[in-house]
């Protein structure tokens, strides 16, 4: 694997971490304060251009929309990356896809209606072939969509955004030959 934590203690060989509120506790990442702010934890190691990455998290809390995911293709300190989430917004919970360039967020019609609960288990499934990405999340496929851009040797990052959350594990690995992607 390219990347592959189970977070059973602070790596500082893997991860910056930024921000308040990060923790290691019984093989948990913890995000406890849920901030707009900009706080992550960001591979200090560049990822395949195309890959598979899978995160196990549970969104444990947050103030309004509750969003918890991986950034890739993150470089300029950030200011440029693709974004995969879900959200527990009340109001209309999701998976969504965005992108970050020079620092200004855009959402495109990349989303999919999802029940993403507080306190339930989830399994984020991401796979990048060149521009294509396919999300899917507890196995259940979402998204097929056409990036606009690649950034190479971009970094993975782990956020919560509005939201409080437990990240149990993440793998990032080299494409599976025989995977074949919705387009």
Do not use: C
């Not at 991986?70 to 896809?97: L, M, W």
């Amino acid at each position: 694997a390219a990347l592959k934590d189970n977070f059973d203690s602070a790596n500082a060989k893997l991860w910056d971490v930024v921000g308040s509120g990060w923790s290691y506790n019984g093989g948990i990442l913890i995000q406890t304060v849920p901030s707009r702010d900009k706080q992550f934890a960001r591979s200090k190691n560049s990822h395949p251009a195309d890959f598979d990455l899978t995160l196990d998290f549970r969104t444990t809390g947050g103030t309004t929309y509750k969003s918890v995911g991986i950034r890739f293709d993150v470089i300029d300190d950030g200011k440029n990356s693709h974004t995969v989430y879900s959200s527990a917004y009340e109001k209309g919970p999701k998976v969504q896809v965005s992108h970050t360039h020079d620092s200004k967020t855009t959402y495109p019609d990349a989303r999919a209606s999802y029940p993403v609960k507080v306190d339930e288990d989830y399994q984020l499934q991401v796979q990048v072939r060149g521009k294509l990405i396919n999300v899917s999340l507890n196995d259940k496929f979402l998204i097929a969509y056409n990036l606009p851009n690649r950034n190479a040797n971009g970094r993975i990052e782990l956020f919560a955004f509005d939201a409080t959350a437990d990240f149990d594990s993440i793998e990032v690995q080299p494409p599976s030959k025989d995977a074949e992607l919705m387009k």
